[in-house]
């Protein structure tokens, strides 16, 4: 299992001094002002920040008290979705490197929003922003500066600092009931936070000599990548896979009340209850996670999975699943030997081979290590009839049914 940081001192540390450098800004769109280079944008009127110098869309140069920075290309997709542009144009612009398009696009939304993208004509939006270092943040040409993602002034925010808060104590409870914790992995991507973590002592045999332990992943993103996330997991021991259970647990998405113009400020009496009713849910799940007997019952489908048919040509089978599931060229060579190599071709064997990827650094990214993991969960939720066409891959009666 991939993970980043090998202590969780180490990831709590990294949390913090991201934190610290957070700029977050509620405004009108039209403070917003891409430079002609298309990397970079000016968010002017901003009476908490330092001068800077700008270009305006029509070519004339202004000096202003605002925020400087590069854009993130998640923060160059929010404005694209805002203007209503299709993703491939997006993605051929970022691709080949059409800068001054980009600025041209970006710049024409931003000065005349789109109709009906706006309650009203003076609503606001959100820009989450990094400063430089802490002993700048005022030093506001620093090209460190980064904008990170653009939402509605009704954006929720809850951040990593939050999500560690409130799930430590649900974990202290749990360690002193089930005899310890191992965290497995953990990571910080640009777009996530992940911790996953598991219980050495609950544990089930699904085979002979195959044994899977309870556990679950953690993961939530500032920049609205996804909903805040809880969810169950297994880790096989005899090769460190992990798999995620896509039922049992919670999202919850970044939604909250319309927050006032101007920088944002963060009280932690306010922000503590506002997440008061999120931090109990995150207990009932971590707990239910611990749980040995509803972890057995969930065991109960992957010892099925071990002794369900086997498909009369392994190979095949394994192809019109990778195909199925939309993995890569390289995810797919590496499910396919390492399914072969296994010489376990059951239900159980397959989604094993296919999670195994997740392990592999050099074949995918941690995000994508993730998204591999819960294609485990839907192998094993592949119904009988589903599994009986992937065993019959290759064979004479696939290929009637195919017809």
């Known amino acids: 299992m991939q993970t980043q940081y090998h202590s969780i001192e180490d990831l709590v540390a990294n949390v913090h001094a991201?934190?610290?450098?957070?700029?977050?800004?509620?405004?009108?769109?039209?403070?917003?002002?891409v430079q002609p280079d298309g990397k970079t944008m000016v968010l002017k009127d901003q009476p908490t920040c330092g001068y800077v110098d700008g270009t305006n869309a029509s070519g004339t140069g202004f000096t202003t008290k605002g925020f400087k920075g590069?854009?993130?290309?998640?923060?160059?997709?929010?404005?694209s979705d805002f203007g209503g542009l299709p993703k491939r144009y997006v993605d051929q612009m970022l691709a080949e490197g059409q800068h001054q398009l980009i600025a041209q696009n970006l710049n024409a939304w931003l000065q005349n929003p789109p109709s009906g993208k706006l309650r009203s004509k003076d609503a606001n939006r959100l820009f989450r922003a990094y400063g430089g270092d802490n002993s700048t943040l005022e030093v506001s040409n620093r090209t460190c500066h980064r904008f990170r993602s653009f939402h509605s002034d009704k954006y929720r925010v809850f951040d990593n600092t939050q999500l560690l808060k409130h799930v430590y104590p649900a974990l202290e409870e749990i360690r002193d009931k089930v005899g310890g914790l191992d965290i497995q992995s953990m990571a910080l991507t640009e777009k996530r936070m992940y911790l996953k973590i598991f219980f050495p002592d609950v544990k089930q045999t699904i085979a002979e000599g195959d044994?899977?332990?309870?556990?679950?992943?953690?993961?939530?993103?500032?920049?609205?990548?996804?909903?805040?996330?809880v969810w169950p997991m297994i880790l096989r021991l005899i090769c460190l896979n992990g798999m995620t259970f896509d039922e049992g647990g919670k999202r919850r998405r970044h939604l909250g009340r319309v927050t006032k113009e101007g920088e944002i400020e963060y009280k932690a009496d306010?922000?503590?209850a506002e997440d008061e009713a999120l931090s109990l849910k995150l207990r009932d799940v971590v707990n239910n996670c611990a749980d040995r007997a509803l972890f057995a019952k969930k065991c109960e489908k992957l010892t099925e999975a071990a002794g369900s048919v086997t498909p009369d040509k392994p190979l095949k089978a394994i192809e019109l699943v990778t195909d199925q599931f939309e993995l890569t060229e390289d995810e797919s060579d590496h499910a396919k030997e390492a399914f072969i190599l296994g010489q376990d071709f059951s239900k159980w064997g397959m989604l094993n081979a296919v999670t195994s990827i997740a392990n592999q650094e050099r074949v995918c990214s941690y995000e994508r290590a993730c998204?591999?993991?819960?294609?485990?969960?839907?192998i094993l939720d592949l119904n009988s009839s589903e599994w009986q066409t992937v065993c019959q891959a290759g064979t004479e009666v696939a290929a009637r049914i195919e017809h």
């Open 270 to 272: 306010t922000m503590a």
């Open 371 to 378: 998204e591999v993991e819960k294609i485990g969960s839907a």
């Open 18 to 33: 991201q934190a610290l450098r957070k700029r977050d800004f509620v405004t009108d769109v039209s403070n917003a002002v």
């Open 70 to 79: 590069t854009m993130d290309e998640a923060f160059i997709r929010g404005i």
């Open 211 to 229: 044994i899977v332990r309870s556990g679950l992943i953690i993961s939530n993103s500032e920049i609205g990548e996804g909903s805040i996330e």
